[in-house]
């Protein structure tokens, strides 16, 4: 299905632990973002990319790592979890990364971790 | 980046006009005014943008003060669909649009 996918939709995993989360879309947008939303909070930047092999930081980077070889696939790495990370994950798309355009989001993928 | 100022939380009627306000007293000359909104456990979905004169779309109306301090989300008829948190963000590009979420408007349709 077309559109902008995110998995797993659901993880629990333990302190110390390397977690990877998924984002996929199908528009072969250029841009694309990851974001975290803590408990009654707004969205915060954690990275973005502009365009396959260039990310750059967003406001919380420190903990994550992100790739993208591929324009449709822009993949979110814990490298050691830890529990301040125990959030929502949303990822973005847009085909413009300019001063106005519609960001796509995907539905989210909620992190436990214990 | 830009302040942003939204009332926590509004409530209003099915089928009657919403005015969501938001004030952006520090915004730049190049930043538009975004609005998302933020349907309870989904990803936020783009309502409308605009930059000086007011828009239309087919979700809203956006509303630009002269000075584009301060900006008015419309949404015509309230549906139950559109209970929802609502954020105003002016978006500054700097290398990619960074859109920076604050806390929002909880909008309560009572049917």
């Known amino acids: 299905d077309a559109g902008i996918t995110q998995s797993p939709r659901y993880k629990i995993t333990e302190t110390g632990r390397q977690v990877t989360l998924m984002c996929h879309q199908t528009w072969s947008h250029s841009y694309m973002f990851w974001y975290r939303q803590d408990l009654g909070h707004g969205l915060r930047l954690i990275y973005y990319?502009?365009?396959?092999?260039?990310?750059d930081k967003g406001e919380v980077p420190d903990g994550y790592v992100v790739s993208r070889s591929k324009t449709e696939n822009f993949p979110l790495t814990l490298e050691s979890a830890t529990r301040s990370q125990t959030s929502v994950y949303f990822c973005?798309?847009?085909?413009?990364?300019?001063?106005?355009?519609?960001?796509?989001f995907g539905p989210g993928t909620r992190l436990t971790v214990t | 980046d830009a302040k942003t100022t939204q009332p926590n939380s509004m409530e209003s009627n099915e089928e009657e006009p919403v005015h969501l306000p938001c004030n952006h007293s520090t915004i730049s000359g190049t930043d538009y005014i975004h609005w998302y909104r933020q349907l309870p456990s989904q990803g936020p979905e783009y309502v409308i943008h605009?930059?000086?004169s007011n828009v239309n779309n087919r979700m809203a109306s956006l509303a630009i003060a002269e000075d584009r301090k301060s900006s008015t989300l419309i949404l015509h008829r309230a549906t139950l669909r559109d209970a929802a948190v609502y954020y105003c963000i002016p978006a500054r590009f700097q290398g990619a649009q960074k859109l920076v979420f604050g806390q929002g408007t909880r909008l309560t349709i009572n049917p």
């Open positions: 605009g930059l000086t």
């Open positions: 990319s502009a365009a396959a092999d260039i990310t």
């Open positions: 973005a798309s847009t085909e413009r990364g300019g001063l106005a355009g519609e960001q796509y």
